[in-house]
């Protein structure tokens, strides 16, 4: 059984496991679950029982805006650095368009958030310890099932504000995309407002949707490393991938992600001339510790075949001890997010860019045969 417990409101019963592909209702339709009722008024976006969705219209224009309440289902977490996650299910017979993302939670309570669009979730459970990103052990279930399609499509850490896309742009959900059910994973580093036992958890996100086609649809590439960082030192957390689909992305938002080590973390294009010679266009750099917000690129122009996509994360330790990447804020992260849209087609099926990181990988190893590496630039703001 499970040490960590949801605690409900009122009279309602809290479901504890969700149908994947059963129990199919029409809309209208009310649904009791995780604790709390939702009525669908327009265009059901639930199925069995696991919503997505209210239908509630918002905005004007010419055609609604949907805004939904997806929330952790009143959690008590019981350990510090937990992981948990808990999904929703698409209604797969339609296509919705998520358009925004507004969080509900503060640094204070949640370390960092995570959605996860899925083929099928990690877990039949409503709630489950679903680890660090998307890697799983034999205590937990990741938050996607594994090898099934999986991408993040939004993440939010200290205290970062709402997310609206770009007009035209949306994330496809549901019919004809491989993201059938939507996993919130967030990360308690502490647990001090719980330890009474009483207090529970609501952190989530208010995803913004809509069932007008979107001209252009969204995509996020990750880029990252493995690795670790040695005691009292600097340290150059690398990656690069080749952009291999005969797509054309355009970039028009970035974030940065590290633990408490970070200072520098950068993000670049790389498209080589005739020559050979490399041209490093900057996408975004920042201090990974201001609000881990999306913010606009720096360079709009157009990412294709055979284009390279390289990061950086400038890590400084002043500790007495090797940092390995890892779930814990005693270790570390290096990520740079870097959300696009197509104007015609699918988003790139590349959803993550990672290296082994140091002290294996760096830029400068033979085989990576790049020129002009921006090495000041890249670690300094």
Excluded at 115 to 125: A, F, I, R, V
Excluded at 134 to 156: F, K, L, R, V
Aim: glycine share 8%.
């Amino acid at each position: 059984s499970s040490r960590y417990h949801m605690v409900a409101s009122g009279s309602s019963i809290c479901s504890n496991s969700i149908p994947r592909k059963s129990n199919h209702l029409p809309p209208p339709l009310v649904i009791m679950s995780y604790c709390w009722v939702l009525v669908v008024l327009c265009g059901c976006l639930a199925i069995g029982g696991v919503p997505l969705a209210s239908g509630l219209p918002e905005g004007g224009g010419d055609f609604p805006v949907g805004r939904f309440p997806f929330l952790m289902p009143k959690v008590v977490p019981y350990k510090p650095e937990l992981y948990l996650c808990t999904p929703v299910k698409v209604d797969y017979t339609k296509s919705y368009y998520i358009v925004g993302f507004e969080p509900n939670a503060t640094m204070a309570t949640a370390h960092h958030m995570l959605l996860y669009g899925c083929d099928t979730p990690g877990s039949e459970s409503a709630v489950w310890n679903c680890g660090e990103m998307a890697g799983a052990s034999e205590y937990s279930h990741s938050p996607c099932a594994s090898g099934a399609p999986q991408q993040i499509i939004y993440a939010w850490a200290r205290d970062a504000p709402k997310l609206e896309l770009p007009d035209g742009v949306g994330f496809k959900v549901g019919k004809d995309s491989p993201i059938k059910y939507i996993v919130l994973q967030v990360h308690y580093a502490h647990i001090d407002h719980f330890k009474d036992g009483k207090t529970s958890d609501d952190s989530g996100i208010f995803i913004h949707y809509t069932t007008q086609p979107q001209p252009k649809q969204a995509g996020v590439i990750l880029l990252g490393t493995a690795g670790y960082i040695r005691p009292m030192a600097t340290e150059h957390m690398e990656t690069l991938c080749d952009v291999t689909e005969d797509k054309v992305i355009y970039p028009f938002a970035y974030r940065t992600h590290t633990h408490s080590l970070g200072r520098v973390v950068s993000g670049y294009r790389i498209r080589k001339d005739d020559s050979g010679d490399d041209h490093w266009t900057l996408l975004g750099k920042r201090d990974p510790l201001t609000p881990q917000m999306f913010y606009p690129v720096e360079n709009t122009e157009p990412i294709r075949k055979n284009d390279r996509l390289a990061a950086r994360c400038t890590m400084e330790s002043n500790r007495t001890r090797v940092t390995k990447i890892g779930a814990t804020n005693e270790d570390e992260m290096c990520n740079f997010y870097l959300m696009y849209f197509v104007d015609q087609g699918e988003p790139l099926q590349m959803k993550y860019c990672f290296s082994n990181g140091p002290p294996t990988f760096h830029w400068t190893n033979q085989e990576t045969q790049l020129n002009h590496i921006p090495d000041i630039d890249a670690s300094t703001l």
